[in-house]
C-alpha cells in the first residue's frame, strides 16, 4: 500500500547540514556513482539509492543497511560525478551519523581497515599478517582461493611470513591509526 | 533657465520593491536640488507609467527627468522615446539602475535603499548639466557579410540574396555544407540530410548575388553598423578556381593519403582534396601540411595531369576588402571530443566510437558505404549508445546539448534498419524530447524494440570476468531503475557526444567586439527578446554559434536574422550616436596624439590651421581622444568633465 511520505525534508536537512553532506540537494540521479564504484558488490543500496532513499526519507532504512560502511574512499565516484557532489564524502557523512545513531555494522571493509590497523602495530604493514586477519574475519575460502596468487608473491619474497622490524616512532602510527579510527565515527572531523 | 527636474521610481513589480524600500526613495528624492516632483509606480515602463511622466513635463513644465529603474540596456530607448513624445529632448533624459545595480544584489533591505538613494543622486545632479543633443543618421551599405558556410550561413545568405542584395559568404574549409554536410539523416522525419542541403549549397554556389569565398578567414573588421570595413584572408587553396573544371584527376593521381577529417578520420583522402563528392565549389584545395611538394619538395603530379593547368604551388595568402552594412555570424560549433573522458575508453579501446563516426558510417556515401562495421570488419551483434558524453558534466561541458537525445534515437532507428537483429541498448539519464513530433520518435523507437537503461555508465572495458564477456566491450552502469549494478557486454559503443563552441570562438568574438558566455558560445543581445542580435548594432549571431540547437532551430534563426538585415537595407539608413567628441580649436595644440588614437580614424589634422578635427558622421563616441587629450580640448558630448563630476558629487551622499 503506497505510504504517505512524512519528514522527507528532515532527513535531506540533517544529512545536507553533516559536512560533505551539503550537496545532496544537487544529484541529479545518474547513477555514475553506482556504475563507477569498486565495492557495490556488498552495498545493500547503491550509492545513487542511498541518495534517493535519503531524499524519500527512509531514514531507519538508509542507517540500519550496512551500505555506506563498505565505501573504501578510493573517489571513483567523485571523480567520474557530473554534478561535482563528492559522493565519496556524502556516504561517510551518512556513516557518520549512522555510528552515532548506534549502527556499527561489521562490513568487509571495516574488517579490511581493522585488519590493517591491528598489523600496524609495529608502524609498518605487514602484510601477510593484514590478508591472513582479513580473510580469516571474512571468508577463508576466497582466502583460500587466492592462494596461488599468495603463494607467487611469497616465493618471490613480496610479502615477507614474518612481521617486519619495528620502525622508530611506531607508537606515533599506532596514535595516527587510532585518531583515524576516532575520526570516522564523525565523518572525518578531528 | 531654471532648472525642474522630475524623478520616477519604479516598483519593477516585485523586483525592485521586495528589496529597496521605494518609499523612502521617493521621499528622498523630493530633498534634491531642483526636484520638482517625484513619484512611484508599479511598472514605469507600462503604457500609464509613461503616460505619468508625459503628463508631467506637459503640465508641470519639467524640463530633466531621472527614471530609476531597470539597466539602461532594457528600456533606456523606451524612455527616451517617451520624454520625445512629450516635446522634451531625448538627452534631457537619465536612468539610475536601481534593479541591477541595488535590489537584486544584495538582500539587505536597507543597504539597497541606500544605494538606490545614491543612484538616484547622482542621476538628478547629473542630469542638471545635460544638454539637448540630436542623433544623426547614417547610410546604410546594402552589402551583408556572413561568416560561416553551414545551413546557417547558407539559409540566411539565400534569403537576403533574393530579396537582390548582395552577400559576401565566407567559408574557412574548402566547401560550405559544415556538419549538416555530414550527417546522414535528420530527425524526427529522417529526411536525408544531403538531399535537402546539396540544393541550397547549389543554389548558394551559383546565385548571382551571393559572392562565396571558401577556404577564406576573416582577418580584421573595422568600422560599425551601416559601414563596416571587413578584411578577408583568401587561404592560398594552391588551386586556381577560375581555371579548374573539377575534373577530378589530381585527386586520383596524388600518391599521399591523409586521414579524411570530413568522414571523422574514418576513411583516407588525397593531398589535394575536394571535402566530398557534393562540395561546393566542387573544386580541390591542396592540403599543404602533407602535399608531399611542400612537406619535401618533390612530386608535383597533380601540376602534370592537370589539363587545365590550375595548380598554382605559388599562390599566396590573398587580403580582400570589402565593405558591408551589416555582418551576421555562423560559425557553427565543435563536435567534443571524448578523449578526456577516459573511463569511456575512446582511443584507447576498438570500436568505442563517436556520434559522427557513426554518422559516416550510416552514410551510404561514407566510408563503409553504409556498413556498420567494428574494427575486424565484421558486423556488430549488439550495441550501446551512451548519452551526455561530455555534456550535463561540470567537469566538461555543464550545460544541456539538446540534440544528443534525439540523435541517438535517431541512432537507434537507422542501427534497426542497417542491422535488423541487432540488441541496441540506450543509457540515458533523462530523454529530452521537447520538439515537434520528437515524442512521438522516441515512441517509435521504442516499439521497434530497443532497450533503454537509465543510468549514466560508470565504466566501460574490455577486462572480462566470465566467459559471456570475453572479447566484448562490457558497459558497467548501474540500472538506476531497479537500483541493480550490472554489466552489459556489447560489440560497439557509441558514444554520444556534444556540441561544444568553436576553438577560436573567443577570438572571432573579438574582431567583431561581440561577448562570449562561460561556454564559450557568443552572447545575445537579450535572451527571451532579442537572441540573435548582439551588443553590437549590426553583429547577428545565428545557429549553433550562439548555442547548441537542432537543424529547425538554426534556419529559424537564419532566416530572423535575415529578415533583421533587410530592414535595416530597406529602410537605408541607421541613426548613430549623439554622443560624439568635438575639439575646441582655441585649446587645440596641434600634438596630433588623438589622431592614431581614434579606432574609427574620425580624427584628421588640418594643417593650416595646425589643429585636429573630429569627423562628427564617423565618431563613435567612444572617448578615447578625450582621455588622451593632454591639453583637455576634447569634450565627449554627454559625458562631459562637469557631468561626470556632479554625478560621482551625487552619488556621494
Known sequence: ?190 | MDRKIGVYICHCGSNIAGTVDVGKVVEFARTLDSVVVAREYKFMCSDPGQSLIKQDIKELGLNRVVVASCSPHMHEATFRRAVQEAGLNPYLYEMANIREHAAWVTVDHDAATEKAKALVSAAVKRVYYQEPLEAREVPVNPATLIVGGGIAGIQAALEIAESGNMVYLVEREASIGGHMAQLDKTFPTLDCSACILTPKMTQAGSHPNIKLMTYSEIAEVSGFVGNFKVKIRKKARSVDLSKCTGCGVCQTKCPTKVNNIFDANLGKRKAIYTPFPQAVPNKPAIDREHCLWFTQGKCRVCEKFCEAKAIDYEQKDEIVEVEVGSVILATGYRVFDPTPVYQYGYGRLDNVITSMELERMVSSSGPTGGQILLKNTKEPHSIAIVHCVGSRDINFHEYCSRVCCMYSLKFSHLLREHLPKAEIYEFYIDIRSAGKGFEEFYNRVLKEGTIFYRGRPGEITDVAENKDEEGKLIVKFENSLIGERERLPVDMVILSCGLEAQTDALEVARKFTISCGSAGFFTERHPKLDPIATMTDGVFIVGCCQGPKDIPDTVAQASAAAARVLAMISKGKVATEATTAVIDEEKCSGCRICNNLCPYTAISFIEDKHVSRINEALCKGCGACVAACPSAAIKQKHFTSEQIMAEIEGALV
Open chain 1, 1 to 190: 500500500m503506497p505510504t504517505t511520505i512524512r519528514g522527507a525534508k528532515t532527513f535531506v536537512d540533517e544529512v545536507a547540514a553533516e559536512p560533505g553532506g551539503d550537496k545532496i540537494n544537487e544529484c541529479i540521479q545518474c547513477g555514475v556513482c553506482s556504475g563507477s564504484c569498486t565495492t557495490v558488490e556488498w552495498w545493500q543500496y547503491p550509492p545513487r539509492q542511498i541518495i534517493a532513499m535519503i531524499r524519500a526519507g527512509k531514514r531507519k532504512e538508509v542507517l540500519s543497511s550496512p551500505s555506506v560502511f563498505n565505501c573504501v574512499t578510493c573517489y571513483l565516484c567523485t571523480v567520474r560525478c557530473p554534478r561535482g557532489i563528492n559522493p565519496t564524502k556524502l556516504m561517510h557523512a551518512v556513516s557518520a551519523i549512522a555510528e552515532r545513531e548506534g549502527y556499527h555494522p561489521r562490513t568487509p571493509t571495516k574488517r579490511l581497515f581493522e585488519s590493517l590497523r591491528n598489523s600496524m602495530r609495529r608502524g609498518r604493514v605487514w602484510e601477510f599478517g593484514m590478508a591472513l586477519r582479513f580473510y580469516l574475519s571474512t571468508n577463508i575460502f576466497t582466502g583460500l582461493s587466492n592462494l596461488p596468487v599468495a603463494w607467487d608473491l611469497i616465493s618471490r619474497g613480496l610479502i615477507p611470513l614474518l612481521p617486519p622490524r619495528k620502525v622508530k616512532g611506531s607508537r606515533e602510527v599506532d596514535a595516527i591509526m587510532k585518531k583515524i579510527q576516532a575520526m570516522q565515527k564523525t565523518g572525518g572531523q578531528s
